[in-house]
């Protein structure tokens, strides 16, 4: 297009919340990347955000975004964006707590200020006055004929004496009728919904919980420091820096506010504000092992130190309850330890599959076991590289014990799918139990397809019974 070539924006991104408000950032056909990083072409100070949270780009005149696999996603006039996705003149897109409005260029009413929107409240209320009295109708002035009711025939001054005034009764009566006959109709007209106006989503709520968790083990073998952090704004971030093995990992994410809120009535019950600053002890030549925790709960703010020592029984459940949070809400688990501890407990996992594989004909669920241990074993190894020489014992433990069990189950099903079809009820019963009992957990398809079997199996037994 003439204007891409002239090197005129085609389209503007202006920051109507968020930090960086009233800027505008001018979009030509370079891609242009977001996020918090200051990398990034249009970098948002906004905690949300990911480094790189999405891109926009011009393509054949039309204007582009496409989410970088951020945490929170990227969300266009509400929706939650899946792929590429055009963006049209006045799209809201928000990121985080930051929110763009989308000008195009060849539009010229995007070159003015945009009117405030119009809220519509429904219809004016209904005038509670009388109505006004209507002109002489008559031709030439006239006045209009009068009907005799009877009120105004001159009567005797005896007769007036006499008889009792029913005018007034009359009128009110009257009165009393057009009254609920205006209101019989105001209330038959419909009430008019008002349109409601598109808000662009607010992020949750966040409860007011800090923390800084910091754990560092360093001996002259080497440096290992893990760090967790949860922000005001509930971003959940977690550091590993393990100089021996040169392994640096960070992963971070937000967090629903009602899963802060749980975890922080958890921490104020937990007894750690009566904790003392420090608790120090004494290491080893060459050693130093630290725990700190810092909490802001509120307006109370308590910080905790262990130098050397074994924990407090509290510091040490609020620590693994911390721990057990990052896991949960991050998807980590074994970078929180150094690579010995890590090796460590690989073998300790990995003796216990071999233990369980051993004793498979003993128990029906223990070559489940084993195979569940040995996905332990190699899952400590997951962010160790180069790999302990007993890795290649894992890998080809798992495969084997995976296959053993594998074969089971089918010898087992092929036994009773044949008894289910010879109708003999109690041998289909017994494999189907067997299966149950070889894959003991109730997620695996197969577990379910088995309890399945064996509940209709069981019926028909009970109804030959009878």
């Given at each position: 297009m003439a204007d891409e070539a002239n090197g005129a924006a085609l389209f503007t991104l202006c920051v109507e919340n968020g930090p960086g408000r009233g800027r505008e950032y001018p979009v030509q056909g370079e891609a242009l990347t977001i996020g918090r990083s200051s990398s990034n072409a249009i970098a948002l100070a906004d905690p949300i955000l990911s480094r790189h949270h999405c891109l926009v780009?011009?393509?054949n005149g039309a204007l582009m975004i496409e989410d970088q696999s951020s945490a929170n996603g990227t969300i266009v006039n509400g929706s939650l964006i899946d792929g590429k996705t055009e963006l049209k003149d006045g799209d809201a897109i928000t990121l985080g707590d930051t929110i763009l409005r989308v000008r195009d260029a060849r539009h010229p009413a995007t070159q003015h200020e945009v009117a405030p929107p119009v809220i519509d409240l429904g219809?004016?209320?209904?005038?509670?006055?009388?109505?006004?009295?209507?002109s002489d109708p008559s031709p030439g002035g006239e006045a209009a004929p009068v009907v005799d009711l009877g009120f105004e025939k001159p009567e005797a001054a005896d007769d007036v004496a006499k008889k009792p005034n029913w005018r007034p009764l009359v009128w009110g009566v009257a009165a009393i009728a057009v009254f609920a006959m205006a209101a019989s109709v105001i209330l038959r007209q419909p009430v008019e919904t008002?349109?409601?106006?598109?808000?662009p989503p607010k992020p949750p709520a966040?409860?007011?919980l800090e923390i800084l968790y910091e754990k560092t083990e360093a001996s002259t073998g080497g440096v290992f420091r893990y760090c967790m952090e949860l922000s005001p704004a509930g971003v959940l971030s977690v550091e590993i820096d393990d100089l021996a093995e040169d392994r640096h990992v960070r992963k971070e994410a937000a967090v629903p506010?009602?899963?802060?809120e749980r975890l922080a009535r958890e921490l104020d019950g937990?007894?750690?504000a009566?904790?003392?600053a420090k608790y120090e002890g004494v290491a080893p030549e060459n050693v130093m092992n630290t725990l700190e925790i810092t909490l802001v709960l509120g307006d109370n703010v308590k910080r905790s130190e262990v130098v050397n020592r074994v924990e407090p029984e509290v510091f040490r459940n609020v620590r693994e309850t911390l721990e057990t949070f990052g896991k949960n809400e991050l998807g980590i688990w074994a970078i929180q330890f150094s690579r010995e501890r890590l090796v460590e407990l690989s073998k300790e996992a990995l003796t216990r599959a071999g233990n369980f594989f051993d004793e498979r004909g003993i128990d029906y669920g223990n070559l489940y076991k084993a195979i569940k241990r040995y996905e332990e074993a190699a899952f400590y190894l997951d962010t160790i590289d180069p790999k302990p020489d007993f890795y290649s014992d894992i890998v080809s433990g798992l495969a084997t014990a995976t296959e053993e069990l594998d074969q089971r189950y089918e010898e087992r099903r092929f036994l009773a799918d044949r008894a289910i079809n010879l109708k003999d009820w109690t041998t289909a019963a017994s494999e189907l139990?067997?299966?149950?009992?070889?894959?003991p957990d109730r997620d695996d398809e197969r577990h379910a397809e088995a309890g399945r079997k064996l509940l209709d199996v069981e019926t028909r037994m009970k109804a030959k019974e009878r």
């Amino acid at each position: 297009m003439a204007d891409e070539a002239n090197g005129a924006a085609l389209f503007t991104l202006c920051v109507e919340n968020g930090p960086g408000r009233g800027r505008e950032y001018p979009v030509q056909g370079e891609a242009l990347t977001i996020g918090r990083s200051s990398s990034n072409a249009i970098a948002l100070a906004d905690p949300i955000l990911s480094r790189h949270h999405c891109l926009v780009s011009v393509e054949n005149g039309a204007l582009m975004i496409e989410d970088q696999s951020s945490a929170n996603g990227t969300i266009v006039n509400g929706s939650l964006i899946d792929g590429k996705t055009e963006l049209k003149d006045g799209d809201a897109i928000t990121l985080g707590d930051t929110i763009l409005r989308v000008r195009d260029a060849r539009h010229p009413a995007t070159q003015h200020e945009v009117a405030p929107p119009v809220i519509d409240l429904g219809p004016a209320p209904v005038s509670q006055d009388k109505p006004p009295v209507a002109s002489d109708p008559s031709p030439g002035g006239e006045a209009a004929p009068v009907v005799d009711l009877g009120f105004e025939k001159p009567e005797a001054a005896d007769d007036v004496a006499k008889k009792p005034n029913w005018r007034p009764l009359v009128w009110g009566v009257a009165a009393i009728a057009v009254f609920a006959m205006a209101a019989s109709v105001i209330l038959r007209q419909p009430v008019e919904t008002p349109v409601p106006v598109f808000t662009p989503p607010k992020p949750p709520a966040i409860t007011p919980l800090e923390i800084l968790y910091e754990k560092t083990e360093a001996s002259t073998g080497g440096v290992f420091r893990y760090c967790m952090e949860l922000s005001p704004a509930g971003v959940l971030s977690v550091e590993i820096d393990d100089l021996a093995e040169d392994r640096h990992v960070r992963k971070e994410a937000a967090v629903p506010s009602n899963r802060i809120e749980r975890l922080a009535r958890e921490l104020d019950g937990s007894g750690f504000a009566h904790l003392s600053a420090k608790y120090e002890g004494v290491a080893p030549e060459n050693v130093m092992n630290t725990l700190e925790i810092t909490l802001v709960l509120g307006d109370n703010v308590k910080r905790s130190e262990v130098v050397n020592r074994v924990e407090p029984e509290v510091f040490r459940n609020v620590r693994e309850t911390l721990e057990t949070f990052g896991k949960n809400e991050l998807g980590i688990w074994a970078i929180q330890f150094s690579r010995e501890r890590l090796v460590e407990l690989s073998k300790e996992a990995l003796t216990r599959a071999g233990n369980f594989f051993d004793e498979r004909g003993i128990d029906y669920g223990n070559l489940y076991k084993a195979i569940k241990r040995y996905e332990e074993a190699a899952f400590y190894l997951d962010t160790i590289d180069p790999k302990p020489d007993f890795y290649s014992d894992i890998v080809s433990g798992l495969a084997t014990a995976t296959e053993e069990l594998d074969q089971r189950y089918e010898e087992r099903r092929f036994l009773a799918d044949r008894a289910i079809n010879l109708k003999d009820w109690t041998t289909a019963a017994s494999e189907l139990r067997i299966i149950r009992e070889l894959i003991p957990d109730r997620d695996d398809e197969r577990h379910a397809e088995a309890g399945r079997k064996l509940l209709d199996v069981e019926t028909r037994m009970k109804a030959k019974e009878r």
